[in-house]
């Protein structure tokens, strides 16, 4: 079976001390897989380095059969990995056109982005209501919704999503969960880390938990909603 990412024994060290101890993971292609585990346990950096912003240190990142682990974060975006970091990072003094012109930056055809402008414009109408209004006047959840459209706007087989429902309010984390099941529908393959495990899961095909920057368990997101020691330990 053929799968579009595999994480082989991968290790990463932060200074001294060493954020990731040899995991290792597969996703398929059209799957949304998230990954659980509480504060410092090594989900951040996991998808830091899938993205080649910090080093490895070790171990191997396999994507769509390539080798990309001394790959740049340019190159990766160029290969079709797009990452919406924590704490969503918009351009604050650019408008909400701007950012995600600035989301295609990798890709030259003119038609095609303007085309994807008005996709996302579609599937994110406040962002449609906002487009010249600059992002950084926008609420937390507009600034989310935009956050994970410009990243969509690379065109990528990958996303990386990291704790895309920090700091909103429950109405709008609904907003937005409800716009990745729409994702799934659409053959994006998407690797989540957020702190609401319950809600992730419940969108997921599967789940690997982290600890102390190792993998402890991993299955079916079903298998672990159910699963006594998960419940307990992240989700409440």
């Known amino acids: 079976m053929s799968f579009l990412l595999e994480l082989t024994h ?16 597969r996703i398929k292609a059209g799957e949304v897989v998230t990954l659980v585990g509480a504060n410092g346990a ?11 912003i910090v080093p490895v240190r070790s171990g191997r ?8 682990t001394s790959r740049r974060a340019s190159e990766v975006v160029k290969l079709g990995i797009a990452h919406s970091p924590e704490g969503r990072r918009v351009l604050a003094r650019q408008t909400v056109l701007d950012n995600l012109e600035l ?17 996302q414009f579609q599937q994110f109408p406040r962002l449609a209501e906002r487009r010249n209004q600059l992002a950084g006047t926008l609420s937390g959840g507009e600034q989310q919704m935009l956050a994970i459209a410009r990243a969509l706007m ?3 087989q990958l996303l990386l999503l990291d704790e895309p429902s920090l700091g909103l309010a429950p109405a709008i984390v609904r907003e937005i969960f409800s716009i990745l099941a729409e994702l ?13 495990a319950t809600l992730a899961l419940q969108i997921s095909d599967r789940g690997y938990v ?7 368990l991993s299955g079916k997101a079903s298998d672990l909603l159910g699963d006594d020691r998960v419940k307990q330990a992240y989700l409440g």
């Open 210 to 216: 982290l600890e102390a920057g190792q993998i402890m």
């Open 154 to 156: 690379s065109r990528p």
């Open 103 to 119: 989301g295609a930056y990798t890709r030259s055809d003119r038609l095609g982005i303007k085309s994807d402008i008005e996709r």
């Open 184 to 196: 799934k529908t659409t053959g994006v393959t998407i690797l989540l880390v957020e702190q609401n």
């Open 10 to 25: 991968l290790s990463v060290n932060y200074g001294g001390i060493q954020a990731l101890q040899a995991i290792s993971l």
């Open 42 to 52: 090594g989900k951040t950096t996991t998808l830091r380095a899938i993205s080649r």
């Open 61 to 68: 990142i396999i994507y769509a059969g390539q080798d990309i």
